[in-house]
Every structure is written in structure tokens, then in C-alpha cells.
């Protein structure tokens, strides 16, 4: 890649040219003239002797968008760099976007469009765990392959989804070890947004608290997507006191919830939180005065100081406004065109049998949070680390583990 890039710093912005020199694969890559299409193209996917389609999925709408706007630009960055440096096996990529619009049937009905009318080569999409169980089917009977970015809940692999994300082993079992030793904690209470991801990261943390932790769930309460009374939920937190809140609220509800919990007085100097759901994006919307001293547990915080982190958040903020933010699925996301280009040019071929077999074992020595692995299960090897919420509305980071191998099945949390 670094051979491409040299050429690309002349006639790139150099803002740009930072981010896309910020990637480093680690992987076979094929160079100089492009093969025809029909010798890298065996099952009738969109691709000619020029071009490649690809396909984007995710909620431009409704309450999921608060959170996947930032997905959706950190992946057209991504292909924009691509596209800069050469493309993909001498290919410019060219993207088909859908919108799912916070509805999980739409995802499905989006999805099947993409794969068996547009024929794309891949898709980038979903937020949400049942948007993403929405699409599963489709993506399995079509053999299409999606790259799912968003921290999750684990018990899933599947040939024809690479997660980008952190599963729960990498984010929730790691961060309560971190606040249950740090804070002393014993008693939680467990909120969440009233789906598949939520329910079942809380089904995970309460096995965790009280199997390993020796401790006490003292509460324990959803609620539907979009949400904004909050009221009676927080006078049950403040009759109970847990040590901490173990929070994974979603979306808009976000907003609502964190006001609210201000306005009632549960502040960080009165009550530990730590959320496994709010990122800068979210921040963005709910301010960050509002959650300030507060803990998230993630895999990339935007103020990671490296530099590779730097140049990317250099050319995303060049391209999307100064006043843009990343979070962790944001950056995430990003990573999904690379890891697509580096397992198809590996593999010689669009063909998603052949770049799904190329990709483990494929690297990211320079990824904005470091350095990623995609493993055999699909899922990256990947660090945790935890962040306090300042009021400026980012992170300052305060724990990181060594790297994690990811483990989507963990026994005794089935």
C-alpha cells in the first residue's frame, strides 16, 4: 500500500493523503495493471473492468441516526482514500446507499435489494443488533458479505458477516473487571434500550456480577427505542444507590435519559456509570457537561494519542467540519473498507467465498486504535479502554488492556 501512497501525496489535499497513508496492510496485495473482470469475478457480481459496487446500510433516519451518521461518513472516507490510492485491484469503487431508516423489516427489505438487485460486492451496515439479525438471513441465503461495525453482544459468527466491533467479553465482562475493582463496586443496576443488544449484554453483565464479581444487581429495567420519560426510572436509582449504573441506552433516548439524570441531581461526584453505549457521536447531541466524569467502556476513543489516530482524525475532520466527532463504532466502520480491500487483493478476486477466506488472519498495523487481527470467528483481535467523559464532550482515557483475543461464544454466558 505504502508504494501507492507515494505517488497518490502528490496530488491529494494533504489532509487527505494523512488518512489515507493512516492504514498499513499487512496483507498480499496485487499491483500494476487490473485482470479482466471475468477472471476476478466468478458469480455475477457488480463489477466490470473499472469500476466495483459496493453497498452502504444504515439508518440516515429516525432515532438510529444520531448514531450512524458517523458510520456512514467514516466509510465514504475510507472509499474515498481507496479510491485515491488506486481503488481495488486497479478498480474505483462505487457506492449504492441505502437507507434503513431505524426500521428493522427495512433493513431487510434494503438488504435483499442490494444483494440480489444491485449484485454489490459487499455491504457496509447496520448499528443495531436487530437491524443486523433483521439482515442475517439475507446476507446468508444470498451469500452476500456484510461488514458489521458496532460493539455487540456476542453468541453470533457467521461466514458472511466480519465484525468490526468489539464483542462482550472485549467490552462488558472487561469493563466491569475494571470498575468493580477500581470503584469497589458490589451493587448494579442495569438499564438498557428494550432490544436484542441491550437484553442480552445485561443477561451477560449479571452472570458476570454475580457469578465472578460477587456481587449484587439491584435493579434492572428497559425501555423502547426512542423513550424520553426517564422520570420514574431514576427515582428507583436513587432509592436504591447502586455502586454503579451499567448503562445501554441507544440512540435519541440518550438525549432524554442524561438530561434528565442531570436535572435530577445523579451526577458523577454522587453516582458511578459506566455506559457500554455512549460514544462522541451521542455526546454530540446529549452535551457533555451533562454526563461529565462519567465512564464508557470502548475499544477507540478520538482522543487516542498516536499517530495514526492523528491523521485520520485530521483528514475526517477536513472532509466532514471541524466541529465533526468519532466514536468508537465511527471508527470502526472505517475500518471495514480496508479490511475489504486488503482481503479481496489477498484473495485475487471479488468473489465472497474467496475474499472470506482471505481474511483471517489479515492485520491493521496502523488502524486509528492501533493495531487490529482479524481472527478465525471473524472478529478482531482488539484492546478495551475505558474513558471518562469530560465536559468538552470527549474522552480522557483512563484504563488499557493488553490486546483481547475475541471470544463471541464465552462459557457460562450462554
Known amino acids: 500500500m505504502e508504494s501507492r501512497l507515494t505517488g497518490v501525496r502528490k496530488t491529494l489535499p494533504r489532509r487527505l493523503a494523512l488518512g489515507a497513508a493512516t492504514l498499513s496492510l499487512v496483507a498480499a496485495s496485487v499491483f500494476g495493471q487490473a485482470a479482466l473482470a471475468d477472471s476476478v469475478n466468478t458469480t455475477g457480481l457488480a463489477v466490470t473492468d473499472t469500476e466495483v459496487v459496493v453497498g452502504q446500510l444504515h439508518s440516515a433516519t429516525g432515532t438510529m441516526a444520531i448514531s450512524e451518521t458517523g458510520s456512514i461518513q467514516a466509510e465514504r472516507l475510507a472509499i474515498?482514500?481507496?479510491?485515491?490510492?488506486g481503488g481495488v485491484l486497479g478498480r474505483q469503487i462505487r457506492v449504492i446507499q441505502e437507507d434503513g431508516a431505524s426500521d428493522w423489516p427495512t433493513f431487510a427489505e434494503k438488504a435483499r435489494k442490494l444483494l440480489v438487485g444491485d449484485k454489490v460486492a459487499t455491504v457496509f451496515g447496520c448499528w443495531t443488533s436487530a437491524s443486523r439479525k433483521?439482515?442475517?438471513?439475507?446476507?446468508?441465503?444470498?451469500?452476500?458479505?456484510?461488514?458489521?461495525?458496532?460493539?455487540?453482544?456476542?453468541l453470533e459468527q457467521s461466514k458472511n458477516v466480519i465484525y468490526t466491533g468489539q464483542e462482550a467479553t472485549q467490552q462488558v465482562l472487561a469493563g466491569l473487571d475494571w470498575i468493580a475493582k477500581e470503584k469497589g463496586a458490589k451493587t448494579f443496576y442495569l438499564i438498557g434500550s428494550d432490544y436484542i443488544w441491550?437484553?442480552?449484554s445485561m443477561k451477560i453483565a449479571r452472570k458476570h456480577i454475580e457469578?465472578?464479581?460477587?456481587?449484587?444487581?439491584?435493579?434492572?429495567?428497559?425501555?423502547?427505542?426512542?423513550?424520553?420519560?426517564?422520570?420514574s426510572l431514576i427515582n428507583k436509582v436513587k432509592l436504591r444507590k447502586p455502586d454503579v449504573v451499567f448503562a445501554a441506552v441507544v440512540g435519541g433516548s440518550n438525549v432524554a435519559f442524561y438530561k434528565q439524570m442531570k436535572a435530577a441531581g445523579v451526577t458523577a461526584d454522587k453516582q458511578n456509570l459506566l455506559t457500554i453505549s455512549v460514544t462522541e457521536d451521542e455526546l454530540?447531541?446529549?452535551?457533555?457537561e451533562n454526563m461529565?466524569?462519567?465512564?464508557?467502556?470502548?475499544?477507540?476513543?478520538?482522543s487516542l494519542e498516536n499517530p495514526n489516530n492523528a491523521a485520520f482524525v485530521e483528514a475526517f475532520k477536513a472532509k466532514f467540519g471541524k466541529d465533526s466527532v468519532i466514536g468508537d463504532v465511527t471508527q470502526a466502520a472505517y475500518l471495514g473498507p480496508w479490511l475489504w480491500k486488503a482481503a479481496v487483493e489477498k484473495a485475487g478476486s471479488f468473489d465472497v467465498d474467496k475474499v472470506v477466506a482471505a481474511s483471517p488472519g489479515l492485520e491493521l498495523t496502523t488502524a486509528p486504535e492501533g493495531y487490529v487481527k482479524v481472527?478465525?470467528?471473524?472478529?478482531l483481535w482488539s484492546k478495551t479502554r475505558i474513558g471518562q467523559i469530560q465536559s468538552n464532550g470527549q474522552f480522557k482515557a483512563v484504563y488499557e488492556s493488553d490486546l483481547i483475543e475475541?471470544?463471541?461464544?464465552p462459557e457460562g454466558y450462554q
Do not use: C, W
Not at 433483521?134 to 456476542?154: I, K, S
Not at 457469578?211 to 422520570?231: H, I, M, S
Open 80 to 85: 474515498e482514500q481507496i479510491n485515491a490510492s
Open 134 to 154: 433483521a439482515v442475517l438471513p439475507v446476507f446468508e441465503r444470498e451469500n452476500g458479505l456484510l461488514y458489521y461495525p458496532t460493539f455487540y453482544e456476542g
Open 198 to 200: 441491550p437484553r442480552t
Open 211 to 231: 457469578n465472578v464479581l460477587g456481587g449484587k444487581v439491584v435493579g434492572e429495567d428497559y425501555y423502547p427505542l426512542g423513550n424520553t420519560q426517564f422520570g
Open 284 to 288: 454530540l447531541g446529549i452535551g457533555g
Open 292 to 302: 461529565t466524569g462519567f465512564y464508557a467502556s470502548m475499544k477507540y476513543f478520538q
Open 375 to 379: 481472527h478465525d470467528n471473524h472478529h
Open 406 to 409: 475475541p471470544n463471541p461464544f
